[in-house]
């Protein structure tokens, strides 16, 4: 053999260990085999890094202790083998970064073994024998939670890759991970090949694996997706969520354009945007350290790291996100999803200070370089404190689709949440204009979000139940107009995709008064929407209130309904009503079957007053009315045997054969109650009265009166001309009002 043969033989070597992905560093996804140099430098030094591995290495050391338990699957969630296997991946993730920082080989050990186990039970697994499911996994009961598991394996596999052997690595890799990635895609398409938070752990998942076993394969199907699925157009997933539309493009990159508007909301809501972000910005990591090519922080303008703080933005005072669409209360950013995106968006983002202190409120940071970024910034001071201001977002991949615009005042003493956007996918709800309000983190006026108890064994397996579809999605479970007693776009999925609001104009440039109007034309044909909604601080009133003014135009005489779900305990009402003997279920259907009747009556005056407290604040609804009105006591629960619904109570103005009206509201928060002083403070409304001044198709004035001086404010909207230098001249009772814009706010004496 002559010199030159031997050297072309060892670079052929080279060259196809290198395709075999054999020469690839690891670990790579994650963490970097740089990072971890630097991580093992910093041990003592990063009190909160060493805090979160101090806690990690303590939870791990305990399950390693109790030994390995890979158990048949056969339960929903909450179940004990659902929750077995969760807990298996999740560890095993753990156990792999506790290996590489802390180079102890009992935790390569671990999860060589657990792995093992797992191989030796996929080959010959099943179908999950629960068959709820439009795409059942063999693990867990559904797809989605095999590619939880996946995402989370990927890691612990790329943490140990250089531990096994390579004959250990092919078995791995031939009887488990390919076939794995496999079944969650190619067999399971109408799960993997579509836009939807599923389909986003999906594709993260085939792709994680694929760059630890440099499967150039499965990397382009986890970016591009399948591209043959034979999917007919318009099935529908279990939620009623259409699962292939026409041209409609897959894969991750799809699932990154499509649901993100440029600023980075996310139209399912914060609380699927929450699920999401894990798989999002850890295989965007995993991306930038593998495949640096893909610029994949980069992509449609940074929107990644962008939807972040879009999504802390989207939290109140306690950090709790609004339950927008489908929603389980009480969510926050101290999740873990929230914990790894932020600390992806700071180290990938600039290093925004502001993230610092959401991070120290989180409490523990990722075991990898992007966390232990975080760490030092917190160690050397260079925290400060997240500005959750005013915003309007925009919902849609181009932003052309609704929104939802967010009023704030102060140290968000008070905050309007106001939903003028897009279906939403399956998640979303037929709640168009629909608001909720809050002080701090309380919540004066509410959504009632989802029903389902996540991961409850008892409440239906942990999964969503009926009354999710009977109720919270229904229109009347939300503050927003019902005609007829029927839910916009009819309740129907297909119909209510195709439609969003349309912002009208959004000002926050006033502290003072801060306002958002927005118009909605599809949800009932024939008849128009039009809701404005200011937060106003001004003298005669303790705290910022809210203005409400939902005007209706229809072609039709209706039935309109109204309602406001309130939290806490009634004190106060201006008008007389009757409470039923015998409680009884308002409607048959729409929603209306799951509220009682508690009491009925009928405005005495132009104005309808309800007052009630709630944890120590007082709170008052005022709202014109006529002496047509019906209004109604209603709490729900009704024709819930299993009692899956919380009793919330609300009131609803109901306004009979009507054409064209206007409701017009202000809810004050006032006044204090402490139960260990037994002081009452301020416990009565500021307003003596509101009235609608004037509506006509081009202008709306509403007038407010305080009780302590005697002092009118007055609101004017343009209805039509919304432009910022439109000169508008109108006269009311006899006085001339002139402005420029879309509206007016003027205090008269």
Not at 639 to 654: H, K, Q, Y
Not at 675 to 702: Q, R, W
Request: a negative charge.
């Amino acid at each position: 053999m002559t010199k030159h043969t031997a050297v072309l033989q060892v670079l052929i070597c080279i060259l196809l260990i290198s395709l075999n992905g054999y020469s690839q560093e690891h670990p790579n996804l994650i963490l970097t085999k740089d990072g971890v140099q630097k991580i093992r430098a910093e041990l003592g030094n990063a009190p909160l890094f060493d805090a979160t591995l101090a806690k990690v290495k303590a939870e791990v050391d305990a399950e390693i202790a109790l030994g390995i338990e890979t158990p048949i699957p056969k339960d929903y969630s909450g179940g004990y083998t659902h929750e077995r296997h969760k807990r298996n991946f999740l560890i095993l993730q753990k156990a792999g970064v506790l290996y590489q920082i802390l180079n102890d080989e009992k935790y390569a050990l671990y999860i060589k073994d657990m792995l093992f186990q797992y191989e030796g039970m996929y080959k010959d697994l099943p179908v999950h024998p629960q068959t709820r499911s439009y795409a059942r996994g063999k693990l867990f009961w559904q797809c989605l939670n095999d590619s939880n598991w996946l995402v989370y394996v990927s890691q612990a596999y790329d943490c140990v890759y250089n531990y096994l052997t390579k004959k250990e690595r092919k078995q791995l890799e031939k009887n488990l991970f390919r076939p794995f990635a496999d079944y969650i895609s190619i067999e399971n398409p109408q799960f993997y090949n579509r836009v939807h938070n599923h389909s986003t752990w999906g594709n993260a998942a085939v792709g994680m694996i694929g760059l630890v076993m440099n499967d150039e394969e499965l990397i382009h199907r986890a970016l591009y997706g399948i591209e043959d699925d034979g999917l007919p157009i318009g099935a529908k997933d279990n939620d009623g969520g259409f699962i292939k539309v026409e041209g409609q493009e897959v894969g991750f990159l799809a699932n990154v354009n499509e649901p993100f508007s440029p600023e980075g909301y996310y139209t399912e809501g914060p609380y699927y945007q929450r699920y999401a972000m894990y798989p999002f910005l850890i295989f965007a990591e995993a991306l930038h350290n593998v495949k640096p090519d893909v610029k994949i922080f980069e992509y449609k303008d940074s929107v990644l790291l962008k939807s972040v703080e879009v999504l802390i933005k989207l939290s109140d005072a306690d950090g709790e996100f609004f339950p927008l669409n489908d929603a389980q209360k009480g969510m926050s950013y101290k999740s873990r999803e929230v914990v790894t995106a932020l600390d992806i968006a700071y180290h990938y983002g600039g290093h925004n200070p502001e993230l610092l202190s959401i991070a120290e409120e989180q409490g523990q940071v990722l075991l990898d370089d992007s966390g232990l970024a975080v760490a030092l910034g917190i160690r050397d001071g260079k925290a400060k404190k997240f500005q959750k201001k005013s915003i309007n977002l925009t919902d849609g991949a181009k932003g052309n689709e609704g929104g939802v615009g967010i009023l704030r005042y102060g140290n968000e003493d008070m905050t309007l949440v106001y939903k003028y956007a897009a279906q939403g996918l399956s998640h979303g709800h037929y709640d168009k204009l629909s608001f909720s309000l809050y002080e701090k983190g309380t919540e004066i006026l509410q959504d009632y979000g989802l029903a389902r108890f996540v991961n409850i064994e008892q409440k239906g397996g942990g999964n969503y139940l009926k009354e999710n579809t009977t109720w919270a999605k229904q229109t009347i479970a939300h503050n927003t107009l019902v005609q007829n007693e029927t839910s916009h776009f009819g309740g129907k999925y297909e119909v209510g995709s195709k439609h969003h609001s349309e912002l009208y104009f959004f000002d926050d440039s006033n502290p003072e008064v801060q306002i958002v109007s927005a118009k909605e034309t599809n949800a009932y044909p024939g008849t128009e929407m039009q809701r404005t909604m200011a937060l106003i601080k001004t003298d005669g009133f303790e705290k910022p209130f809210l203005l409400d003014i939902l005007k209706v135009v229809s072609k039709t005489e209706n039935q309109y309904d109204l309602p406001f779900y309130f939290k806490g305990q009634v004190m106060q009402t201006n008008f007389d009503f009757t409470t039923p003997k015998t409680l009884e279920a308002w409607g048959s259907a729409n929603g209306y079957q799951h509220l009682w009747t508690e009491g009925i009556g009928s405005p005495k005056e132009d104005n309808t007053k309800l007052s009630w407290l709630e944890n120590g604040h007082f709170y008052t609804l005022t709202t014109t009315s006529s002496k047509d009105d019906d209004l109604r006591f209603v709490r729900i629960g009704a024709n819930d045997p299993e009692f899956n619904l919380r009793r919330d109570a609300g009131l609803v103005i109901r306004r009979k054969n009507t054409q064209n009206t206007t409701f017009v509201s202000v809810i004050e928060s006032h006044g204090n109650y402490s139960p260990v002083s037994e002081f009452s403070v301020n416990s009565n409304s500021a307003i003596s009265k509101i009235e609608l001044m004037s509506d006509t198709n081009e202008y709306t004035s509403v007038l407010i009166e305080t009780k302590s001086n005697g002092e009118q404010l007055v609101l004017v909207v343009a209805n039509i001309n919304k432009q910022k230098d439109k000169e508008h001249t109108i006269t009311i009772n006899g006085k001339e009002y002139r402005w420029t814009g879309p509206y007016k706010f003027i205090k008269v004496k």
